[in-house]
Protein backbone atom coordinates (compact mmCIF):
# COMPACT_ATOMS: atom_id res chain seq x y z
CA UNK A 1 0.00 0.00 0.00
CA UNK A 2 1.49 3.48 -0.88
CA UNK A 3 0.55 6.08 0.32
CA UNK A 4 4.06 8.30 0.86
CA UNK A 5 1.23 12.28 0.05
CA UNK A 6 2.84 14.80 -1.32
CA UNK A 7 5.37 18.01 -0.53
CA UNK A 8 5.15 21.49 -1.25
CA UNK A 9 6.09 22.36 -4.79
CA UNK A 10 9.10 24.20 -5.64
CA UNK A 11 8.70 26.80 -8.20
CA UNK A 12 11.20 27.58 -11.04
CA UNK A 13 12.26 30.51 -10.08
CA UNK A 14 15.84 31.85 -10.68
CA UNK A 15 17.79 32.00 -7.25
CA UNK A 16 15.31 30.15 -5.02
CA UNK A 17 17.74 27.15 -4.50
CA UNK A 18 19.16 27.51 -0.93
CA UNK A 19 16.65 30.75 -0.11
CA UNK A 20 15.00 29.83 3.45
CA UNK A 21 11.81 30.20 2.50
CA UNK A 22 8.48 29.33 4.25
CA UNK A 23 6.07 26.63 3.21
CA UNK A 24 2.52 25.63 4.94
CA UNK A 25 5.24 22.82 6.81
CA UNK A 26 7.44 25.56 8.56
CA UNK A 27 5.56 28.48 8.66
CA UNK A 28 3.85 27.66 12.19
CA UNK A 29 7.66 27.73 13.41
CA UNK A 30 8.17 31.07 13.15
CA UNK A 31 8.81 32.95 16.66
CA UNK A 32 8.49 36.39 15.61
CA UNK A 33 6.17 39.01 13.34
CA UNK A 34 7.98 39.68 9.81
CA UNK A 35 6.93 43.60 9.61
CA UNK A 36 6.44 42.69 6.03
CA UNK A 37 5.10 38.96 4.05
CA UNK A 38 5.69 38.25 0.66
CA UNK A 39 3.19 35.48 -0.54
CA UNK A 40 4.04 33.65 -3.82
CA UNK A 41 0.59 31.78 -4.95
CA UNK A 42 -3.25 32.70 -5.09
CA UNK A 43 -4.35 29.33 -3.78
CA UNK A 44 -6.04 28.49 -0.59
CA UNK A 45 -2.82 28.25 1.43
CA UNK A 46 -1.29 31.28 0.64
CA UNK A 47 -4.42 32.97 0.90
CA UNK A 48 -5.55 31.08 4.61
CA UNK A 49 -1.84 31.97 5.77
CA UNK A 50 -1.37 35.92 3.82
CA UNK A 51 -4.19 36.89 5.35
CA UNK A 52 -3.13 35.39 9.00
CA UNK A 53 -0.34 37.14 9.01
CA UNK A 54 -2.01 40.59 7.73
CA UNK A 55 -4.30 40.17 10.50
CA UNK A 56 -1.56 39.54 12.90
CA UNK A 57 -0.17 42.94 11.82
CA UNK A 58 2.38 42.11 8.64
CA UNK A 59 2.01 43.50 5.56
CA UNK A 60 1.25 40.93 3.32
CA UNK A 61 1.83 41.36 -0.40
CA UNK A 62 0.62 37.93 -2.48
CA UNK A 63 2.15 37.27 -5.97
CA UNK A 64 -0.41 35.92 -8.12
CA UNK A 65 0.14 34.48 -12.09
CA UNK A 66 -3.46 34.95 -13.17
CA UNK A 67 -6.12 37.42 -13.29
CA UNK A 68 -7.72 36.32 -9.71
CA UNK A 69 -6.89 34.60 -6.79
CA UNK A 70 -8.22 31.06 -6.08
CA UNK A 71 -8.50 30.84 -9.90
CA UNK A 72 -9.91 27.37 -9.15
CA UNK A 73 -13.58 29.07 -8.12
CA UNK A 74 -16.25 31.03 -9.49
CA UNK A 75 -15.27 34.77 -10.04
CA UNK A 76 -17.94 35.89 -7.69
CA UNK A 77 -15.89 34.21 -5.10
CA UNK A 78 -12.79 35.83 -6.05
CA UNK A 79 -14.20 38.69 -6.06
CA UNK A 80 -15.73 38.14 -2.09
CA UNK A 81 -12.63 37.33 -1.20
CA UNK A 82 -10.40 40.50 -2.63
CA UNK A 83 -12.90 43.05 -1.12
CA UNK A 84 -12.58 41.52 2.01
CA UNK A 85 -8.51 41.05 1.09
CA UNK A 86 -8.55 45.08 0.21
CA UNK A 87 -9.92 45.61 4.00
CA UNK A 88 -7.50 43.90 5.81
CA UNK A 89 -4.82 46.14 3.99
CA UNK A 90 -3.03 43.54 1.59
CA UNK A 91 -1.33 44.12 -1.44
CA UNK A 92 -2.78 42.01 -4.29
CA UNK A 93 0.03 41.31 -7.77
CA UNK A 94 -1.88 39.66 -10.17
CA UNK A 95 -0.93 38.37 -13.60
CA UNK A 96 2.27 39.00 -12.31
CA UNK A 97 5.07 36.64 -12.89
CA UNK A 98 8.05 36.07 -10.43
CA UNK A 99 11.77 35.99 -11.86
CA UNK A 100 14.37 35.68 -9.74
CA UNK A 101 14.42 35.64 -5.86
CA UNK A 102 17.21 36.68 -3.43
CA UNK A 103 18.22 37.14 0.08
CA UNK A 104 20.90 38.96 2.01
CA UNK A 105 20.38 37.35 5.03
CA UNK A 106 17.47 39.12 6.39
CA UNK A 107 15.56 40.89 3.39
CA UNK A 108 14.08 38.91 0.34
CA UNK A 109 13.92 41.06 -2.87
CA UNK A 110 11.80 39.30 -5.52
CA UNK A 111 11.85 40.44 -8.98
CA UNK A 112 9.01 40.15 -11.10
CA UNK A 113 8.62 39.87 -15.18
CA UNK A 114 7.58 43.41 -15.35
CA UNK A 115 10.82 44.95 -13.94
CA UNK A 116 9.30 45.85 -10.22
CA UNK A 117 10.68 44.54 -7.12
CA UNK A 118 9.26 43.32 -3.92
CA UNK A 119 10.72 43.60 -0.54
CA UNK A 120 10.22 41.15 2.29
CA UNK A 121 11.28 39.87 5.74
CA UNK A 122 9.51 36.76 5.19
CA UNK A 123 8.73 34.64 2.07
CA UNK A 124 5.88 32.12 1.72
CA UNK A 125 5.91 29.94 -0.90
CA UNK A 126 2.78 28.34 -2.21
CA UNK A 127 2.57 27.08 -5.67
CA UNK A 128 0.90 23.84 -5.57
CA UNK A 129 2.09 20.22 -4.32
CA UNK A 130 4.52 17.51 -6.08
CA UNK A 131 3.99 13.57 -5.46
CA UNK A 132 6.43 11.98 -2.88
CA UNK A 133 6.80 9.08 -5.35
CA UNK A 134 8.75 6.20 -3.58
CA UNK A 135 12.07 5.91 -5.24
CA UNK A 136 11.44 1.78 -5.91
CA UNK A 137 8.35 2.40 -7.75
CA UNK A 138 9.86 1.96 -11.37
CA UNK A 139 11.71 -0.88 -10.58
CA UNK A 140 8.94 -2.33 -9.26
CA UNK A 141 7.15 -1.74 -12.72
CA UNK A 142 4.47 1.00 -10.54
CA UNK A 143 3.40 3.09 -13.49
CA UNK A 144 2.77 6.79 -12.90
CA UNK A 145 0.32 8.98 -14.71
CA UNK A 146 0.78 12.04 -17.07
CA UNK A 147 0.83 14.55 -13.85
CA UNK A 148 3.66 12.29 -11.99
CA UNK A 149 1.14 11.11 -9.82
CA UNK A 150 0.73 7.30 -8.97
CA UNK A 151 -1.37 5.94 -11.60
CA UNK A 152 -4.37 3.48 -9.99
CA UNK A 153 -7.73 2.01 -11.16
CA UNK A 154 -11.02 2.73 -9.47
CA UNK A 155 -10.29 0.36 -6.99
CA UNK A 156 -7.32 2.41 -6.03
CA UNK A 157 -5.15 -0.73 -7.53
CA UNK A 158 -1.79 0.09 -9.53
CA UNK A 159 -0.18 -1.25 -12.30
CA UNK A 160 1.28 -3.73 -10.29
CA UNK A 161 -1.59 -6.39 -9.16
CA UNK A 162 -2.01 -6.41 -5.38
CA UNK A 163 -0.15 -3.25 -4.90
CA UNK A 164 -2.31 0.04 -3.56
CA UNK A 165 -2.32 3.36 -3.61
CA UNK A 166 -4.60 6.26 -1.67
CA UNK A 167 -4.97 9.93 -1.14
CA UNK A 168 -2.57 12.44 -2.53
CA UNK A 169 0.08 10.07 -3.81
CA UNK A 170 -2.73 8.55 -5.82
CA UNK A 171 -3.72 11.85 -7.44
CA UNK A 172 -6.86 12.18 -5.27
CA UNK A 173 -8.38 15.60 -4.41
CA UNK A 174 -5.60 16.48 -1.86
CA UNK A 175 -7.82 17.10 1.48
CA UNK A 176 -7.62 15.36 4.20
CA UNK A 177 -10.72 14.18 4.61
CA UNK A 178 -10.37 12.64 1.29
CA UNK A 179 -7.62 11.00 2.07
CA UNK A 180 -9.23 9.19 5.13
CA UNK A 181 -12.02 8.61 3.12
CA UNK A 182 -9.78 6.62 0.84
CA UNK A 183 -8.80 4.28 3.88
CA UNK A 184 -12.61 3.36 4.09
CA UNK A 185 -12.97 2.73 0.53
CA UNK A 186 -9.72 0.62 0.30
CA UNK A 187 -10.34 -1.58 3.80
CA UNK A 188 -13.92 -2.13 2.06
CA UNK A 189 -12.47 -3.11 -1.16
CA UNK A 190 -10.14 -5.55 0.13
CA UNK A 191 -12.64 -7.37 1.78
CA UNK A 192 -14.35 -7.91 -1.10
CA UNK A 193 -16.68 -4.84 -1.34
CA UNK A 194 -16.05 -3.66 -4.93
CA UNK A 195 -18.58 -0.99 -4.70
CA UNK A 196 -16.64 1.27 -3.15
CA UNK A 197 -14.60 3.16 -5.70
CA UNK A 198 -12.21 6.28 -6.04
CA UNK A 199 -14.93 8.80 -6.40
CA UNK A 200 -18.10 7.13 -4.78
CA UNK A 201 -18.71 9.92 -2.56
CA UNK A 202 -19.77 13.62 -3.24
CA UNK A 203 -16.60 16.14 -2.80
CA UNK A 204 -16.88 18.69 -0.60
CA UNK A 205 -14.23 21.13 0.92
CA UNK A 206 -13.71 24.57 2.89
CA UNK A 207 -11.44 27.57 2.35
CA UNK A 208 -10.24 29.13 5.65
CA UNK A 209 -9.94 32.51 4.38
CA UNK A 210 -12.39 35.12 5.61
CA UNK A 211 -15.02 35.25 4.64
CA UNK A 212 -14.72 31.23 4.14
CA UNK A 213 -15.56 29.74 1.11
CA UNK A 214 -17.72 26.41 1.16
CA UNK A 215 -17.35 24.22 -2.10
CA UNK A 216 -19.76 20.61 -3.01
CA UNK A 217 -20.11 19.21 -6.34
CA UNK A 218 -20.41 21.01 -9.64
CA UNK A 219 -20.63 24.37 -10.45
CA UNK A 220 -22.60 26.18 -13.03
CA UNK A 221 -20.20 25.82 -15.62
CA UNK A 222 -18.89 22.52 -14.41
CA UNK A 223 -22.36 21.39 -14.71
CA UNK A 224 -23.20 22.80 -18.17
CA UNK A 225 -19.71 21.43 -19.42
CA UNK A 226 -21.26 17.97 -18.13
CA UNK A 227 -23.37 18.06 -20.58
CA UNK A 228 -26.66 19.30 -17.44
CA UNK A 229 -29.52 21.06 -17.97
CA UNK A 230 -29.39 23.02 -14.73
CA UNK A 231 -31.17 25.95 -13.27
CA UNK A 232 -28.98 28.02 -10.90
CA UNK A 233 -30.34 30.52 -8.26
CA UNK A 234 -27.94 33.08 -5.97
CA UNK A 235 -28.66 34.05 -2.61
CA UNK A 236 -26.55 37.30 -1.33
CA UNK A 237 -25.98 37.29 2.19
CA UNK A 238 -26.94 41.25 2.70
CA UNK A 239 -30.36 39.01 2.11
CA UNK A 240 -29.50 37.07 5.20
CA UNK A 241 -31.20 38.32 8.79
CA UNK A 242 -28.04 36.97 11.00
CA UNK A 243 -25.51 38.00 8.32
CA UNK A 244 -27.31 41.67 8.55
CA UNK A 245 -27.33 41.26 12.66
CA UNK A 246 -23.44 40.27 12.59
CA UNK A 247 -22.35 42.81 9.79
CA UNK A 248 -20.60 39.77 7.68
CA UNK A 249 -22.94 40.26 4.40
CA UNK A 250 -19.63 40.15 1.89
CA UNK A 251 -20.36 36.45 0.41
CA UNK A 252 -23.31 34.81 -1.18
CA UNK A 253 -25.05 30.86 -1.21
CA UNK A 254 -25.18 29.69 -4.54
CA UNK A 255 -26.92 26.27 -5.81
CA UNK A 256 -27.16 24.38 -8.98
CA UNK A 257 -30.02 21.84 -9.20
CA UNK A 258 -30.83 19.70 -12.92
CA UNK A 259 -33.51 20.66 -14.33
CA UNK A 260 -35.10 17.12 -15.09
CA UNK A 261 -34.61 15.30 -11.98
CA UNK A 262 -34.52 18.32 -9.27
CA UNK A 263 -31.18 16.99 -7.94
CA UNK A 264 -29.14 19.25 -6.52
CA UNK A 265 -25.51 19.30 -8.14
CA UNK A 266 -23.63 21.46 -6.36
CA UNK A 267 -23.08 24.70 -4.55
CA UNK A 268 -20.81 27.36 -3.92
CA UNK A 269 -21.24 28.93 -0.24
CA UNK A 270 -18.99 32.43 0.72
CA UNK A 271 -19.88 33.88 4.17
CA UNK A 272 -19.33 33.30 7.73
CA UNK A 273 -18.55 29.61 8.72
CA UNK A 274 -19.48 28.39 5.40
CA UNK A 275 -17.02 25.20 5.63
CA UNK A 276 -19.69 24.02 8.51
CA UNK A 277 -22.68 25.28 6.34
CA UNK A 278 -21.53 23.40 3.35
CA UNK A 279 -22.68 20.55 5.47
CA UNK A 280 -26.20 20.76 5.00
CA UNK A 281 -25.62 20.58 0.71
CA UNK A 282 -23.45 16.99 1.41
CA UNK A 283 -25.85 15.31 3.23
CA UNK A 284 -28.68 16.50 0.31
CA UNK A 285 -26.52 15.03 -2.27
CA UNK A 286 -25.36 11.94 -0.30
CA UNK A 287 -28.82 11.17 0.10
CA UNK A 288 -29.76 11.80 -3.26
CA UNK A 289 -32.59 14.61 -2.42
CA UNK A 290 -33.80 17.35 -4.13
CA UNK A 291 -33.80 20.78 -4.33
CA UNK A 292 -37.57 20.57 -2.96
CA UNK A 293 -36.65 19.00 0.20
CA UNK A 294 -34.28 21.56 1.36
CA UNK A 295 -36.93 23.89 0.64
CA UNK A 296 -39.74 22.49 2.59
CA UNK A 297 -36.93 22.35 5.68
CA UNK A 298 -37.74 24.46 8.66
CA UNK A 299 -34.37 25.76 9.76
CA UNK A 300 -33.93 27.64 13.05
CA UNK A 301 -33.92 31.63 12.90
CA UNK A 302 -32.24 33.49 13.15
CA UNK A 303 -29.04 31.51 11.62
CA UNK A 304 -26.91 31.58 8.42
CA UNK A 305 -28.78 27.92 8.18
CA UNK A 306 -32.16 29.62 7.70
CA UNK A 307 -30.56 31.56 4.51
CA UNK A 308 -30.80 27.94 2.80
CA UNK A 309 -34.24 26.94 2.32
CA UNK A 310 -34.71 30.85 1.36
CA UNK A 311 -32.18 29.80 -1.42
CA UNK A 312 -34.16 26.79 -2.76
CA UNK A 313 -37.15 28.45 -2.46
CA UNK A 314 -35.65 30.68 -5.28
CA UNK A 315 -36.61 27.73 -7.69
CA UNK A 316 -40.46 28.04 -7.00
CA UNK A 317 -42.17 29.04 -9.58
Known amino acids: MIDTGTRPAVPHIAGIT ?21 VIGGGYIGLELGQGMARCGSDVHIVHTAERILTNEEPAVSAALQRSFERDGITLHLTATARSIAFDG ?9 GSKLEADALLVATGRSPN ?34 GDIAGQPQFTHV ?11 LNGDLSRTRSDRVLGYAVFTDPQVGRVGLTHEA ?3 AGHEVRCVTLELENVARAIEWNET ?26 ELVHVFLAHMEAGSTWQKLEQSVHIHPTYAEGLPSLARLLVS
Open 179 to 189: SWEDYRRLKAI
Open 133 to 166: VPAGAAGAGIALDARGYVAVDQHLQTSVPGVYAL
Open 223 to 225: ALK
Open 106 to 114: GTYTLALAD
Open 18 to 38: GVPYLTNLTFFEQVELPRRTL
Open 250 to 275: NGFYRMIVETRTNAILGATLVGYEAG
